[in-house]
T-cell receptor
């Protein structure tokens, strides 16, 4: 079956521009997560969606970051007025409650 | 707060055994995961421990001691393809995972 997919795989943007990153979770998975991974570092939690509950936004680093999940499926992570320190790989994962998370291939964001 | 510690780098020889340790201090505990991540790829699930003891899965085993806040991943009969980063992650309240910084394992011939 299809795994978690993300698009685009690579994104290069100029400082100050807005970007949108997309995640298609595995069908039927109720939970969706966004993480950020800087080069050679571990995963930094950003935001978590569980079913129709209000998302847990506790990991978002600033108000320039936001995310939504429409219809309990596809999610979009938006970064406004990008900064160079936003450059990283953005990973999306999904799962059913309590099980291991399945990760997408990530979007590599480079802010010039 | 959440704190997960693991060594940054380890080196081992092909065919040998290596143990990667992870210590954690978290508010709440619903289990501990180990993930493997090859360079430029997404993490993939290796193991899950929620009870104390050893879980064996082929060449890989994972151990958990909840009272000590300690886990290790044991890799036997190392192969070159095992060169990767190994991520320890703790599940706490709300089904969320907190990841350690990862251990980069280099397997040499």
């Amino acid at each position: 079956g299809a795994g978690v997919s993300q698009s685009p795989s690579n994104k290069v943007t100029e400082k100050g521009k807005d970007v949108e990153l997309r995640c298609d979770p595995i069908s039927g998975h109720t939970a969706l997560y966004w993480y950020r991974q800087s080069l050679g570092q571990g995963l930094e939690f950003l935001i978590y969606f569980q079913g129709n509950s209000a998302p847990d936004k506790s990991g978002l680093p600033s108000d320039r970051f936001s995310a939504e999940r429409t219809g309990g499926s596809v999610s979009t992570l938006t970064i406004q007025r990008t900064q160079q320190e936003d450059s990283a790989v953005y990973l999306c994962a999904s799962n059913l409650m309590g099980n291991e998370q399945f990760f997408g291939p990530g979007t590599r964001l480079t802010v010039l | 707060g959440q704190n997960i510690d693991q060594p940054t780098e380890m080196t081992a020889t092909e065919g040998a055994i290596v143990q990667i340790n992870c210590t954690y201090q978290t508010s709440g505990f619903n289990g501990l995961f180990w993930y493997q991540q090859h360079a430029g790829e997404a993490p993939t699930f290796l193991s899950y421990n929620v009870l104390d003891g050893l879980e064996e899965k082929g060449r890989f085993s994972s151990f958990l001691s909840r009272s000590k806040g300690y886990s290790y991943l044991l890799l036997k009969e190392l192969q070159m393809k095992d060169s990767a980063s190994y991520l320890c992650a703790v599940s706490s309240a709300g089904n969320m995972l907190t990841f350690g910084g990862g251990t980069r394992l280099m397997v040499k011939p």
